[in-house]
């Protein structure tokens, strides 16, 4: 079984996030099983370790081990908007994503897979990511939800 192969995946077990300084790891944990997808990539902060379990998400860090929430009862016009690369916007123009970012506080690029648990942690309120596979983010899933806010698409 491999990891993009979700409908086995119960999710809702135990998930990690873990960046270190070239590699991007993902791990679904299930019990009697480990699912582990890496990634090149390069991150600004190594050695952070972000999981979901037991209903709660965590972070874990150089200062210790701390719960993640996000931010709450936030409006739109107060919202941080996070997306990957300004250039997937113009791939789907009928998604109207200007109209989105003129109504949030400040819209920013970059980031990948950092942005997902800074937006579990309450950093960013709203993330749009047009190009992500499930080995992406079948992990961050339990992280984000146990954190407080939901994952969709865009359909």
Partial sequence: MLLTDHKYINYHNLSFKYCIRYHNISFCLRKNDIKVRTKRSTLLFPHLIFFGLMGKSWFFGRLGIMR???RQEIMLH???LHITAPESVEIYPNNRFDVLKDKVL????????YVM???A?????ICVEYSLQPY????LIPIIEHAGRVVITLD
């Fill in 68 to 70: 993640m929430r996000t």
């Fill in 106 to 113: 400040i819209a920013r690029y970059g980031g990948e897979c």
């Fill in 117 to 119: 648990a800074m937006l």
């Fill in 136 to 139: 992406d983010i079948i992990p």
């Fill in 78 to 80: 107060q919202a941080i």
């Fill in 121 to 125: 942690a309450g950093h960013i309120d």
